[in-house]
Nanobody, 113 residues
Framework: QVQLVESGGGLVQPGGSLRLSCTAS????????LGWYRQAPGKQREFVAS???????NYNEALKGRFTISRDNARNTMYLQMDNLKPEDTAVYYC???????WGQGTQVTVSS
């Protein structure tokens, strides 16, 4: 079982940036295929981005260009850099491990002036 812990959420003004982190334990981090998802109030959880073991990435096309996923295998951590944030980016952001279908507890991102 893989344990995932997100951090880095918070309140930011429109146009601002945040970097989310997801730290994983319980397995060899370098071998994990991981992703970010988000869920806004009253909406279904949606795919944000994913990164596989060799670093190849995939993005929600609607977010590509503003969001960047990356990983640091030495730190057992995956990141989501979010730039030019918009109010519609407000959601709980979750880290996901595809192999075990594990989820983190989520971190709240609120974009508001």
């Amino acid at each position: 079982q893989v344990q995932l812990v997100e951090s880095g959420g918070g309140l930011v003004q429109p146009g601002g940036s945040l970097r989310l982190s997801c730290t994983a334990s319980g397995s060899d981090f370098y071998a994990l295929a991981l992703g970010w998802y988000r869920q806004a109030p009253g909406k279904q959880r949606e795919f944000v981005a994913s990164i596989i073991t060799r670093g190849a990435t995939n993005y929600n096309e609607a977010l590509k260009g503003r969001f960047t996923i990356s990983r640091d295998n030495a730190r057992n951590t995956m990141y989501l850099q979010m730039d030019n944030l918009k109010p519609e980016d407000t959601a709980v952001y979750y880290c996901h491990h595809y192999g075990s279908n594990s989820w983190g507890q989520g971190t709240q991102v609120t974009v508001s002036s």
